[in-house]
T-cell receptor, first 114, second 115 residues
Framework: GENVEQHPSTLSVQEGDSAVIKCTYSDSASNYFPWYKQELGKRPQLIIDIRSNVGEKKDQRIAVTLNKTAKHFSLHITETQPEDSAVYFCAATLGSSGYSTLTFGKGTMLLVSP | GAVVSQHPSWVICKSGTSVKIECRSLDFQATTMFWYRQFPKQSLMLMATSNEGSKATYEQGVEKDKFLINHASLTLSTLTVTSAHPEDSSFYIC???????????FGEGSWLTVV
């Protein structure tokens, strides 16, 4: 089955700095890669996703890049703010249907200091 | 966007009793729902895939007789933790995707504490 590795496990940055979280996946058939932000005790919130036919996607301060050859994808947050502090999870799934199960990385705890 | 509702949001039960958690898709039909468990400071671990009208598919290491899943309609899946023990205390969360799209929506999650 799919295996997703996520690094780093914790990341501390100063407000205004950029943050980068990296994930690798094992199954070359995976073609949908969402990123979730989870605050303590709350549901994961989808913040951005990318499909395998795209190499990069950007939404305001958040961007995701995908390298299918190397089987890795990254989340980039620019101009970080204290409210960006949370746990971020990457995930990968097989197939184009939402029926496919998500395999999550172990998560990255991001702390943005004022 | 699509909404998935989960109930209860938290529950405390005595060891040996059973607890039922509901997951509802409020404005779309979900033929497939997923149940996850999340221990503190850990990632979401898939427990089982719930299919409407058929038996759930359990992940390796998850006891199907302990974690009963019922998906009787296109908008409701339930997870029953039977004979709960303190080690079952965790954050349980469901997700679902709509038939038309391939975005996955999560419920609010349910905190289970077994005392």
């Amino acid at each position: 089955g799919e295996n997703v590795e996520q690094h780093p496990s914790t990341l501390s940055v100063q407000e205004g700095d950029s943050a980068v979280i990296k994930c690798t996946y094992s199954d070359s058939a995976s073609n949908y890669f969402p990123w979730y932000k989870q605050e303590l005790g709350k549901r994961p919130q989808l913040i951005i996703d990318i499909r395998s036919n795209v190499g990069e996607k950007k939404d305001q301060r958040i961007a995701v890049t995908l390298n299918k050859t190397a089987k890795h994808f990254s989340l980039h947050i620019t101009e970080t703010q204290p409210e960006d502090s949370a746990v971020y999870f990457c995930a990968a799934t097989l197939g184009s249907s939402g029926y496919s199960t998500l395999t999550f990385g172990k998560g990255t705890m991001l702390l943005v200091s004022p | 966007g699509a909404v998935v509702s989960q109930h209860p949001s938290w529950v405390i039960c005595k060891s040996g009793t059973s607890v039922k958690i509901e997951c509802r898709s409020l404005d779309f039909q979900a033929t497939t729902m997923f149940w996850y468990r999340q221990f503190p400071k850990q990632s979401l671990m898939l427990m089982a895939t719930s299919n409407e009208g058929s038996k759930a598919t359990y992940e390796q290491g998850v006891e199907k007789d302990k974690f009963l899943i019922n998906h009787a309609s296109l908008t409701l899946s339930t997870l029953t933790v039977t004979s709960a023990h303190p080690e079952d205390s965790s954050f349980y969360i469901c997700s679902a995707s709509s038939v038309s799209g391939n975005t996955i929506y999560f419920g609010e999650g349910s905190w289970l504490t077994v005392v």
